[in-house]
């Protein structure tokens, strides 16, 4: 009984800020796990759980694109920063995107196949979503 208890303090204690010991305010929140804030105007940031899956911020992006963006499935999301401190969060790692490279003064990177996380790199909101099936938490082979 103890075991289960403390098993449910540590996973509170972990969703929970260290210093302030509050629960971080996100804007969207996937069903998948990944977080989302607004940055601007232009840009968003995707933020993964500690131990997050790396196709999570690809995921993020998507599902954020198209429920809370209205962005069509063909449109494509644009890295805008690769993997670094978050901007709207104390997380360490987060990645921004944006639907409007042009507006950011991004050049995006013309690839038949994009999977990293460079200023420019994009995929349509299909193919990213494609992504979600790794990001799930708590599955056996990525699937419910």
């Not at 921004?96 to 038949?112: E, M, S």
Request: proline share 6%; net charge positive.
């Amino acid at each position: 009984m103890k075991r289960c208890f403390a098993l449910a303090a540590l996973l509170l204690a972990s969703a929970c800020d260290i210093e302030t010991g509050e629960a971080p305010k996100y804007a969207f929140v996937s069903p998948y796990g990944p977080r989302v804030n607004p940055v601007n105007a232009n840009e968003f940031e995707v933020i993964l759980s500690a131990g997050g899956a790396f196709d999570g911020y690809w995921c993020g992006a998507s599902d954020y694109a198209r429920r809370k963006l209205g962005a069509a499935w063909t449109d494509r999301v644009y890295v805008a920063s690769p993997i670094s401190q978050s901007v709207t969060t104390d997380r360490r790692s987060a990645v921004r995107f944006t639907l409007d490279p042009a507006a950011l003064g991004i050049t995006p990177v013309n690839k038949t196949f994009s999977a990293g996380l460079q200023v420019g790199d994009n995929m349509s909101v299909t193919q990213a979503n494609t992504r979600c099936s790794y990001a799930r938490p708590f599955t056996v082979g990525g699937r419910f």
